[in-house]
């Protein structure tokens, strides 16, 4: 499955994805989830970091490309984004 999150790191929604992972699945952080590239406290990139993506379009909206290490955090531009939908049979996004 992919999950998409729209919310920020110290959301409630960040937090029950975090509950509803299995072991094959993906994350993309989109809109207000980019945020979770400069929270490292956050337990998701300890759990899931070679899963989780940041969609690049969000990340450069939101300002964070200077602040974002790309060789840390893999990102996606659309593209790449409709291509993990293609990859993953089942798609949920969290609010």
Do not use: N
Request: hydrophobic share 45%; glycine share 8%; proline share 1%.
């Amino acid at each position: 499955m992919l999950h998409i999150l729209t919310k920020g790191p110290d959301s409630d929604v960040a937090r029950q994805l975090q509950q509803a992972i299995a072991d094959d699945d993906a994350i993309v952080l989109i809109e207000e989830g980019v945020l979770a590239a400069l929270d490292g406290r956050w337990e998701g990139w300890t759990l899931y970091k070679s899963r989780i993506y940041l969609l690049a379009e969000d990340v450069a909206a939101w300002g964070l490309g200077e602040l974002i290490d790309s060789e840390t955090f893999a990102t996606v531009d659309m593209q790449g984004f409709v291509g993990l939908t293609e990859q993953h049979t089942q798609t949920l996004t969290w609010y």
